[in-house]
């Protein structure tokens, strides 16, 4: 493996994870309706772990094995997959911690949408300027050489 593809599989493992929390923390936020959000105990606990079950679930599943340039339905099959037991992981394991305190109904499905959302779209948005912008330019100059 190349150096350039182990930096793309480590990006996408980050961004996974940065859009874990953009998910997590902007679902609660709709389920307080953003003006209370503050006021939730716990909410960058809650966060914390969300975000470290959707690290391991993402790297046990092997989301970031391919390149995002060949973005297809299996990959975006494996997101829904990974963002469901992520969410269902959550649920459960902040239910054997503390009963799911302060934790509204609303946010777990939330965050499973937000996720998807956020992962495939970014994926998505990749391959569109792979192959129609920029850097499908630059990848056809490369072949003529």
Known sequence: MTIYKSLLQHFGRLHDILVATIA???AFGVATNFRQISLVPGLHDKALLFVILAGAVNYFSSL?????????IPDLLAIVKS??????LFTIVLFMLSRADNLPRSVPPLAFVFSVFGMSGSRLLYR??????????????????
């Open 24 to 26: 997590f923390y902007l």
């Open 128 to 145: 569109l300027i792979r192959e129609t912008g920029f850097l499908a330019q630059r990848d056809r100059q490369n072949k003529g050489k």
């Open 64 to 72: 970031n094995r391919g390149t995002w340039r060949y973005a297809s």
């Open 83 to 88: 963002a469901f037991f992520t969410a269902v």
